[in-house]
């Protein structure tokens, strides 16, 4: 029985060319689609949206951004005091929570960009962020 096959159906060779036709027009969006996920995951947001940063406070400090609760973190995207310190925002305010939303959001952006989303464990995962 070896080297035996059936005949090929019609029905048989439609599959298979739609088939082939599928994998063909869908290869270069597999591509693509795992380069960009080899460097971002998809759904992490721009930071340069307002947005963006919002949603992340509201996460944070409920979206207060003069927020100073007494654990450490301050401001409404929960800054420690090294890191305004480190990132330049004493040019603005002695705490984070001094400072004004956009100058918070300033400083965020040059943290995010040195750190990624992981400056923010909690809220970043809880979001779909990494």
């Given at each position: 029985?070896?080297?035996?096959?059936?005949?090929?159906?019609?029905?048989?060779?439609?599959?298979?060319?739609?088939?082939?036709?599928?994998?063909?027009?869908?290869?270069?969006?597999?591509?693509?689609?795992?380069a960009?996920?080899?460097?971002?995951?998809?759904?992490?947001?721009?930071?340069?949206?307002?947005?963006?940063?919002?949603?992340?406070?509201?996460?944070?400090?409920?979206?207060?951004?003069?927020?100073?609760?007494?654990?450490?973190?301050?401001?409404?995207?929960?800054f420690?005091?090294?890191?305004?310190?480190?990132?330049?925002?004493?040019?603005?305010?002695?705490?984070?929570e001094q400072?004004?939303?956009?100058?918070?959001?300033?400083?965020?952006?040059?943290?995010?960009?040195?750190?990624?989303?992981?400056?923010?464990?909690?809220?970043?995962?809880?979001?779909?962020?990494?």
């Open positions: 029985m070896a080297g035996r096959h059936r005949k090929p159906t019609e029905t048989g060779r439609k599959v298979a060319r739609i088939s082939a036709f599928a994998a063909m027009a869908a290869a270069p969006l597999g591509v693509a689609g795992t960009s996920a080899a460097e971002s995951t998809s759904s992490a947001p721009s930071v340069e949206r307002s947005a963006t940063w919002e949603k992340l406070a509201h996460c944070e400090s409920t979206g207060n951004w003069d927020a100073d609760t007494g654990n450490g973190f301050k401001g409404g995207l929960q420690t005091p090294s890191t305004w310190k480190e990132f330049g925002g004493r040019q603005y305010a002695p705490s984070a400072a004004t939303k956009a100058q918070q959001i300033e400083i965020a952006k040059k943290v995010q960009d040195e750190q990624g989303w992981k400056a923010w464990p909690a809220c970043t995962k809880k979001l779909g962020w990494r």
